[in-house]
């Protein structure tokens, strides 16, 4: 199985949101837009709250499990992904992300 994990920061200020009202909205969104809705996403969780001991700026958090990378790949492509990371893209000022199997 492949973890997929991709981590933002947030703009402030973008469509007159602070960087934790984007994520809250964000996290929302893509629970709704994905969670169920693409085959090849066996499981996701979104994440806006992060404990004290993090040590990475971060507004969201995203980790999906995928059969393989092909199947990632297939996600990464599929309409309703590129949708919400367009949506996303326009308030993130980074990102970094990793994958790896168990």
């Known amino acids: 199985m492949l973890h997929h994990v991709v981590w933002w920061t947030l703009k402030d200020g973008v469509n ?6 984007a994520a809250e909205y964000l996290v929302k969104l893509g629970m709704e837009k994905m ?10 969780e979104l994440a806006c709250r992060f ?4 040590t990475q700026e971060v507004q969201i958090l995203l980790h ?6 092909k199947a990632l790949a297939e ?11 367009s949506e996303l893209k326009q308030y993130a000022s ?9």
Request: aromatic share 8%.
């Open 16 to 21: 007159g949101k602070s960087a934790r009202e």
């Open 35 to 44: 969670n169920g809705k693409i085959d090849v996403l066996l499981s996701l």
């Open 51 to 54: 404990a004290s001991t993090t």
């Open 64 to 69: 999906s499990t995928h059969a393989d990378e």
């Open 75 to 85: 996600y990464a492509g599929h309409p309703i992904h590129v949708e919400f990371a």
């Open 94 to 102: 980074s990102r970094q992300a990793i994958d790896y199997f168990v």
